[in-house]
């Protein structure tokens, strides 16, 4: 199947792909004898959730797209082309996985709703398979990196020169807020995913402003674990962006009050929320190559 789908479509850029490696995961990881094995479990793990979106997408969102003969032999649900399709997204060869996208995307598709439809979702879903310890830490990692690249690869980031120094966030907890869980650990899958984070915690909103002015951040990655705090984080969200060395930078939010109401991120003046870290990974790439590929203001993006 992975054969027949390089025949339909055309050639890809594998240098583009290979220089893409070093950024978006801890190369530790992929000095590991067990990442090939890894990579193989996590897609067979994943893959009752992956498939599922792609196939709503083709059904769904594109009801009346022409077929494609081997695309639609891909998206037959079967055992084995579900387990064949989880391969191509998480699996170890990106120069596939990113031609499969491509295919969708010539299909009319665009990258919002691919965004939306299949690479956030296979991100929140890693989160909730490292919850229940279906997948471990580094299973997630690996699975979060490779829908990183897919996603630079599309919005074109990976091409910016200022890709190895700029992948920067400013992780903070609203003022007067204790609770910490969460915001540390989108630290940790922000910091294995590749990125540089500064982490303010437990800080005024005056610190926080001043670390923004201080220092560049692509992206400001702010928690709340109360609904008491709102009015606190959006207060803080107006000041960082009034504050920021970067004009444009990115604000996504989590917390409770979000997994519950996305819609709050827009009333509190975010970009973008995520249900999860290793979402919220996925989404920091989102905004980053939001600020790298046009100029002013990121469009509000909301993501349950």
Known sequence: MGRALKDAIPAIDRSCIEALEKHFVDQELYRREDVAQRHARLAEVVADAVVPQLLHLHNVVLPQAPKIEHLAEVLVPTASDISDLAHLILGADLEVAVAYVLTLRDKGLSMDTLFLELLEPAARRLG????????????????????????????????????????????????????????????????????????????????????????????????????????????????????????VIGIMVGGPAFAANPGLARIVGADATAINAPAAVLMAQKLFDLGTGQPGQPDVRTMQ
């Open 128 to 247: 909730e398979l490292w919850d229940s310890d279906e997948c471990d830490f580094i299973d997630v990692t690996l699975g979060v990196a490779r829908l990183q690249k897919l996603l630079a690869s599309f919005n074109n980031s990976h091409k910016s020169p200022t890709l190895a120094t700029r992948r920067t966030v400013l992780l903070a907890t609203t003022p007067g807020d204790q609770h910490y869980f969460g915001a540390s650990m989108v630290e940790r899958f922000l910091g294995s995913a590749g990125w540089s984070v500064q982490s303010e915690f437990d800080r005024t909103a005056e610190q926080i402003g001043d670390a923004a002015a201080r220092e560049w951040f692509a992206v400001a990655a702010l928690t709340v674990g109360s609904d008491k705090y709102l009015p606190a984080l959006k207060n803080l969200i107006a000041l960082i962006r009034q504050q920021s060395r970067n004009p």
